[in-house]
Each structure stands twice: as C-alpha cells, then as structure tokens.
C-alpha cells in the first residue's frame, strides 16, 4: 500500500477510537436540549429556570425543555442527572438543598454532588424571607420569638427545601424557642398552607413568597441574611430583629453529569453567562426576587466546595439530625 494510503487509513482508524461526546461536540447543540429542574412547578427554582431556559433555547438555536422532578430534597432529580448521558443534553439547574444540604441532611444520599457532576455555570442567588399568615398577632420578628416563648410547641413552620428546614431549625436554636416543623414536597404547597392558616409561618424564597406579601395574602417579616436586601430593602435582617449570627442565602447553578465534555460546557457556560448579562433578563429575574450573575465553570466548582463545608456547618450548629 502507498504510504499516503497508509496514512489515510491510520487517520481513519485513529478518528473511530475517538470518544463519540468528543465526535459530537463541534456541532452541540443539535438537538433540544432537557433542563431538569428538582422542584414543583411554581417553586422559585422554576420560575427562574424558565426564564433561563427560554433564553438558552434564543441563544443555542434548540429547543430548552423544562421538566420538573421534585422530591427528597431536590436528590430524585439530582440522581437522575447524576446517571444521565454526559452529551450536554440533560443538564440540571438546582440550589444548595441537593449539592450543600442534602448530603448533611439526609443519611442515604445516592450521589456524590462533586464526583458525579459536572459544574457549568453560577446563576444565582435566591434570597429567602420570613413570611407569617397575616391572621396571626406577629408584626415582627420579636413578635413571633416572644408568642413561642408563651407557647412552646404549639407555632408551626412549613418548608419545602433545605433552606427552610435550615432556617426554621436556626431560629428554633438561635432564639432558644420550641416551634414545630412541617415539611412540604414544595414551596408552593407551603404557601398555600401558610396562607390557609394551617400553617403558622414559613421561611421562603423572594420570588414564591413576594407575591403573596404583595396581595396581603401574607405578611414578611424579615430577610434570611446578614444585612438587607436592595429587592426589598424595608424588610429588616433577622439581626436587626433580634436574632443574632442569622447569614442563610439559596444559590442558584446549572450542572451536568460527571464527564461533559469540556467544550459542551464551555458553550453551555457562554449561552447562561450571556443570560445574565442582559439587562432586560436581569429585570425580568429580579422582579421574582432573584440575583442574577454566573461567572467560571472553575469559579463554580471552587463555590460547590466550599458551600458543601459552610452549610455542614449550618446544619450541625442548627442541631438538625440526619434522616
């Protein structure tokens, strides 16, 4: 054989050992595109993601389609992107509950949220606050700390994530207070009891709770974090109401599974980052109480990490048992 047939042929044979994510990377994305997102419909994980999602499918030229696979503290969604094909076309969009919290929370977790996943981009904060039904007596925050005082084990709080079962367990410690907890599958079905009376007091995200404040459905009386919020600044901390050593915020990120290509993730960081550097999207995401801004895939990992350790942290000082 000529040596140039000889080199076509080693060429060919070299290219057919080639990885086939590695084939197909050059034309991603040729096909839609499946965001998994590990909360009901109406949570504020959702409404983002579809905010998101219809942005990416603009900017990829496919389709983003949204579904939602809520349960066990965001860990059935997170399981099934875990085991998904690295292709780039099932990515997940989630919060602190399935890659900081859940690990602490729960004894069984069938996932490693840094070995078994690919981290694409930040996009996000979801600041939390404390709402109450408007029925109840409470006009502040001390309110509520002295009621329970005078009634240990009769005020209940809903939650319908991590950071809530987080932040109700910080107050209960923090505030030396007896209050029951009621978990929900979502946020939503936590409103709806909040707002039912059922239920005595929630701590939610901005973008599921505003709007129930804002009809008078609901009354906030407090931010989840160290210092106000510039969405709703006249809401005081949870310091300032008398609650001390209170920090607790919800991220926001989008992932794959382990192994993702390392140009698939490069497109898919591009596509969010252009996202948030919109500024009609950024007022679209912040009218539902959300802080949009992304940055590295190296940047994220290094954030996972660390916020893995912070709310260990978080949960053991809380007093909160594995389940």
């Given at each position: 054989m000529k040596p140039s047939r000889l080199l076509g042929a080693a060429l060919l044979a070299g290219a057919a050992l080639l990885p086939a994510a590695?084939?197909?990377?050059?034309?991603?994305?040729?096909?839609?595109?499946?965001?998994?997102?590990?909360?009901?419909?109406?949570s504020g994980t959702d409404a983002v993601g579809r905010i998101f999602g219809n942005e990416l499918s603009s900017i990829l030229g496919q389709q983003v389609i949204v579904e939602n696979k809520p349960g066990a503290n965001a860990t059935i969604a997170a399981s099934l992107v875990a085991r998904a094909r690295p292709d780039g076309y099932t990515i997940f969009v989630t919060t602190n509950t399935s890659h900081s919290a859940a690990p602490w929370l729960m004894k069984n977790v069938p996932y490693d949220p840094v070995k078994d996943f690919t981290p694409i981009a930040r996009g996000g904060n979801l600041p939390f606050i404390l709402v109450a039904n408007p029925k109840r007596p409470w006009k502040t925050v001390a309110d509520l700390v002295a009621d329970a005082r005078q009634r240990p084990g009769r005020i209940t709080y809903a939650s319908g994530n991590s950071t809530g079962i987080v932040a109700g367990a910080t107050l209960a410690r923090r505030a030396n207070i007896d209050i029951l907890h009621v978990p929900y599958k979502g946020t939503p079905q936590g409103l709806t009891d909040v707002v039912g009376g059922q239920v005595d007091f929630m701590f939610t995200d901005l973008a599921s709770g505003l709007p129930f404040v804002?009809?008078?459905?609901?009354?906030?009386?407090?931010?989840?974090?160290?210092?106000?919020?510039?969405i709703v600044p006249d809401l005081p901390s949870m310091a300032e109401s008398g609650v001390p050593d209170f920090d607790l915020n919800s991220w926001?990120?989008?992932?794959?599974?382990?192994?993702?290509?390392?140009?698939?993730?490069?497109?898919?960081?591009?596509?969010?980052?252009q996202v948030v550097a919109k500024p009609e999207t950024r007022?679209?995401?912040?009218?539902?109480?959300?802080?949009a801004f992304s940055g590295t895939p190296q940047d994220f990992a290094r954030f996972v990490g660390e916020q893995r350790d912070l709310w260990g942290k978080l949960i053991r000082d809380a007093g909160i048992e594995q389940q």
């Amino acid at each position: 054989m000529k040596p140039s047939r000889l080199l076509g042929a080693a060429l060919l044979a070299g290219a057919a050992l080639l990885p086939a994510a590695a084939v197909r990377a050059a034309d991603y994305p040729a096909k839609p595109i499946t965001l998994i997102v590990p909360f009901p419909a109406g949570s504020g994980t959702d409404a983002v993601g579809r905010i998101f999602g219809n942005e990416l499918s603009s900017i990829l030229g496919q389709q983003v389609i949204v579904e939602n696979k809520p349960g066990a503290n965001a860990t059935i969604a997170a399981s099934l992107v875990a085991r998904a094909r690295p292709d780039g076309y099932t990515i997940f969009v989630t919060t602190n509950t399935s890659h900081s919290a859940a690990p602490w929370l729960m004894k069984n977790v069938p996932y490693d949220p840094v070995k078994d996943f690919t981290p694409i981009a930040r996009g996000g904060n979801l600041p939390f606050i404390l709402v109450a039904n408007p029925k109840r007596p409470w006009k502040t925050v001390a309110d509520l700390v002295a009621d329970a005082r005078q009634r240990p084990g009769r005020i209940t709080y809903a939650s319908g994530n991590s950071t809530g079962i987080v932040a109700g367990a910080t107050l209960a410690r923090r505030a030396n207070i007896d209050i029951l907890h009621v978990p929900y599958k979502g946020t939503p079905q936590g409103l709806t009891d909040v707002v039912g009376g059922q239920v005595d007091f929630m701590f939610t995200d901005l973008a599921s709770g505003l709007p129930f404040v804002q009809s008078g459905q609901l009354r906030a009386l407090a931010v989840s974090t160290a210092q106000r919020s510039a969405i709703v600044p006249d809401l005081p901390s949870m310091a300032e109401s008398g609650v001390p050593d209170f920090d607790l915020n919800s991220w926001n990120g989008y992932f794959g599974p382990a192994g993702l290509p390392p140009e698939v993730v490069a497109r898919l960081n591009a596509a969010i980052n252009q996202v948030v550097a919109k500024p009609e999207t950024r007022q679209r995401l912040a009218a539902l109480g959300f802080d949009a801004f992304s940055g590295t895939p190296q940047d994220f990992a290094r954030f996972v990490g660390e916020q893995r350790d912070l709310w260990g942290k978080l949960i053991r000082d809380a007093g909160i048992e594995q389940q």
